[in-house]
């Protein structure tokens, strides 16, 4: 089991303006999987997600991340491990706007310690493979928002990580930049790879493993969700 | 590295330009004051430096010649003679005058008088722009700052303590802040200054400067023991004498100005990290979510105070060299002395600047929670 929740609580604020955003979930995602969180809004996916990247500690309840209690890690550990192990992938893109594609995708492995002459030629790889050859050297600015979120998924897979987290890929995309994202992400899933991807799109399903349903902070059998 | 500090810093030109401009003039502003300092201590020690003497010998409890005022009898010269290690003993006779400049009227301006043996030359002045070097009676050196203010050239009169000299040399390096030197035949000294039995030093030359230390205790003592209270100090003492009263008054006024200076730079360099760091503050909180740790913030930061301190020293020395050396053509007693030490103090100013300037960004880089990445 490549990540796990037992129980994970977050609740927002406190007293008459605590908002339990998480309430009691558990669940877990295999290696190899991809899993989709389906939910309303303001159902609390995002801050799910949040939760098992380890940027957010949880009220009460525990997080494994291949086999390790995060929960209990310090703030320098858990930046080891989002740079390691998870690659982030947004609604907004979240490009930085002063570099270019090829620097974007550049970053975390530069952040990882990796040479710049391997972080370029990797970057400039993935970027070729998926179809922005000749828009490694724009802005983000430059760049369509198909572009921009296909760099945003070179970004978060180019340091090889085992599992994605998104949120909201294809929010910000038409239905079809949408599902060439959704490609990109299904082909990095497998050989020990997961993904886990926080969307009420329900395009997104059709290339899922598996469907999480959440509502009021609380994870639902398939069957009571509607 | 893809340097995301100094492609953050580039993308807005216009406030790079600013903060590198604030920081040339702070630049300019230290290097000017440090200048003037050095420049100060050139010159005034200018002629202890270029004196044949390796000892001053004056009445007790002398230190510098602004402090302290020496008066000793004259002849004293034999007797110092006799001290073993002494190879030649000449009289200084100096003072500050108002000089009259006959060619134009009502100008008056301090000189400081020198007569000197004009036969040895030693005291008189070593480098001559023009005219000679060795006046004869009735005639002066003049120093060249003097007689461009002036207007004076060789054959033009000036008038000191009544007597009436006639320019025959013009000299260079001779002028010390506020007064030039003038020299002239000690005879001719002496009557300015209406002193025939007193003289204000002796300078004395040694065979071996090794020993000047033994020898000027061996001159005191000699002296003492006939009734002489006299203070002997080496060049050296004599130079860090002075440079002990310039020190002290330049941690009065140059060094207040020369902080201000320093604090404009850590201002303006602190000023534009943080809009820039403020700016960009939502990608530093993906950095940070990617996994970016504090070291990688912090060398951002630094990397854009570097840059901003380094652009602004280059434009700023460069600037401020030049006008060391245009500047002297128009006002030469405007004398800013830019040395290589004074280039490295500016230096580590503008580094620690730089370090002072990233504290409050670099805090504010740690408080960024990266969990915001997630929120719309
Ligand atoms: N930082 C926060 N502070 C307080 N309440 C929050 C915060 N983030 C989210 N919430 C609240 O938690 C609930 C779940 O939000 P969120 O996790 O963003 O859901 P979703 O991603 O499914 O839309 C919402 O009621 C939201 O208002
Ligand atoms: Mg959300």
Known sequence: MLIEAKGVTKVYGSGRTAVRAVNGVSFSIDRGELVLLMGPSGSGKTTLLTLISGLLKPTSGEIYIDGVEITELSQKELARLRLEKIGF?????????ALTALENVMMPLIIKGVSKEEARTRAEELLAAFGLAGRMHHLPEDLSGGEQQRVAVARAVVTEPEIIIADEPTANLDSKKGREVMELIRERVGQGKSAIIASHDPRVKSFADRVLYMEDGMLKAPEEYQ | MVSIARKNLFHDRGRLLISVGGVAFATMLMMTLIGVYYGIFTESTMYLKKTRADLWVGQEGIHDTWHTYSLLPKGLDTEIMQVGGVKEVHEFIGRAVMAEVSKVSESKETVFIIGFDTSSGVGGPWEIIKGKKIPRRGQVVVDRVFAMRKGIDIGDTIKAGGVEL???GISKDTFVLVYSYAFVTKEDAAEIFGARDFLNYYMVEVENPFFAKKIATNIENRLRARGIKADVLTKQEFIDNHKEVIDESFSVILLPLVL???FIGVTVIGLTLYTATLEK??????????????GFMVRIVMEQAFTIGILGFLCGAALSLAAARLVPAVA????????????????VAIIAMSIFASLVPIRKLERVDPATVFQA
């Open chain 2, 281 to 294: 503050i939502k990608e530093y909180a993906i950095l940070k979510a990617i996994g970016a740790g504090e």
């Open chain 2, 260 to 262: 201000i200076g320093f």
């Open chain 2, 332 to 347: 030469p007693e405007f004398y800013v002395e830019i040395n290589s030490s004074n280039l490295v103090v500016s230096f």
């Open chain 2, 166 to 168: 006639t320019v025959v």
């Open chain 1, 89 to 97: 992938i947004f609604q907004h893109f979240n490009l930085l706007s």
